[in-house]
């Protein structure tokens, strides 16, 4: 699971890149409860959405005939540059070059073998988001890429995650985790994109998980604000109930209401 405790490699921001800012941040807001915080000049108008006083994402205007609007995945990266190289050797390309955010970190865009988009924080005086794992806020990672183990061969050369196997009825599930960590901490899984009718398999991507009391009531809710449920809410056993959803502008995401954790 994920916390805010972060460690190199894990996952410690995450941010949606929109044609219409404010028109996501009421969506959002209606549907987890967020607080839309608008971005000054001075910050390029990035925003940032908050719960209970935690900052929990970030937000920034698109041009739509330029990027497809979608959320991106921050993992914590010790020294920026040297990641970016990490990346160009393991067969990434580098879309916007290591960074300063005005004091507060370091950031770059890549994509990896596959023309997935992921980002890196290099944190200063901000670490990472506020809160995650609770009601209203990233609670779980997905990457749904064409081939699994060159993706687990790509991040756990940029990143050095380790790679386990979860078995389950009917197959297993690729759980990745940041090096030396315990299973408890693990932040993310990699799947087979063709092996999921809902999903287009020209558009790997990754997905933020966000968690909410009850998924039923949030896919219905963002449909009716809106968004499309593109797979309806999903029951597994030890985990959860789930569903995928895309916001009005097409950013795809999945909400969860976690199973209680084992003697909980």
């Known amino acids: 699971m994920l916390t805010t405790d972060y460690t190199d490699g894990s996952p410690n921001w995450v941010d949606l890149g929109t044609p219409d800012l404010d028109g996501a941040a009421g969506f959002y807001s209606g549907l987890f409860g967020w607080d839309y915080r608008p971005g000054g000049e001075e910050a390029g108008g990035y925003a940032m959405f908050q719960l209970d006083g935690k900052t929990v994402a970030g937000g920034m205007a698109v041009a739509p ?21 990490a990346v160009v050797k393991a067969g990434g390309t580098v879309a916007v070059a290591p ?22 924080w290099q944190p200063g005086r901000i670490e990472g988001l506020g809160a995650v794992t609770d009601v209203g806020t990233l609670c779980w990672t997905e990457l749904y890429t064409g081939d699994v183990p060159a993706a687990a061969a790509f991040y756990g050369s940029v990143f050095g995650w380790e790679i386990s196997e979860m078995p389950f009825e009917g197959g297993s599930y690729t759980v990745v985790k940041a090096a030396g960590a315990s299973d408890e901490a693990a932040f993310g899984g990699l799947v087979p994109i063709g092996s999921d009718p ?3 398999a020209e558009r ?5 998980y966000f968690e909410v009391a009850d998924c039923d009531v949030t896919a219905a809710r963002a449909e009716e604000s809106g968004g499309k ?34 003697g909980a």
């Open 99 to 120: 960074r300063d955010v005005m004091g507060l970190g370091r950031m770059a865009i890549f994509a990896d073998p596959a023309g997935v988009t992921f980002s890196i």
């Open 198 to 200: 809902v999903e287009d």
């Open 65 to 85: 005939e330029e990027v497809r609007s979608a959320w991106t995945l921050y993992f914590q990266s010790p020294d920026a540059d040297a990641t970016a190289a």
């Open 229 to 262: 449920v593109r797979l309806s809410p999903v029951f597994m056993e030890g985990v959860g109930r789930f569903a995928k959803l895309a916001d009005p502008y097409g950013a795809r995401f999945a909400v969860i209401a976690s199973a209680p954790a084992p």
């Open 204 to 208: 790997p991507y990754w997905t933020p």
